[in-house]
Nanobody, 124 residues
């Protein structure tokens, strides 16, 4: 059982940066693969990044590779998504998610635990 809470979203101009945090509770965090997903208005929830239970490997959607960085610290029960060079098309509600397993998956249907979401808006 894992409970997740995201924070760090906000309004930023194109080219700017934000860091999202995901605070977790529950004894299974350190052995759970985790990921970030996002959902824009009128669109389906899509994969952004994922990280293995030990902090590696990491994987990124092609649309964010080279701009976003995912990390975690199991001693703090926290995961982060560092976002830079933000674009208007990055605007979405961002969700952190955890699996009840150690292996990375890319579909939101494979993740059992979800945070409430945090809004990221990229606009000039």
């Amino acid at each position: 059982q894992v409970q997740l809470v995201e924070s760090g979203g906000g309004l930023v101009q194109p080219g700017g940066s934000l860091r999202l945090s995901c605070a977790a509770s529950g004894r299974t965090f350190s052995t759970s693969a985790m990921g970030w997903f996002r959902q824009a208005p009128g669109e389906e929830r899509e994969f952004v990044a994922a990280i293995g239970w030990s902090g590696q490997p990491t994987y990124y959607a092609d649309s964010v590779k080279g701009r976003f960085s995912i990390s975690r610290d199991n001693t703090k029960n926290t995961m982060w998504l560092q976002m830079r060079s933000l674009k208007p098309e990055d605007t979405a509600v961002y969700y952190c998610a955890a699996r009840g397993a150690v292996h990375i998956r890319y579909s939101p249907n494979e993740y059992q635990y979800w945070g409430q979401g945090t809004q990221v808006t990229v606009s000039s």
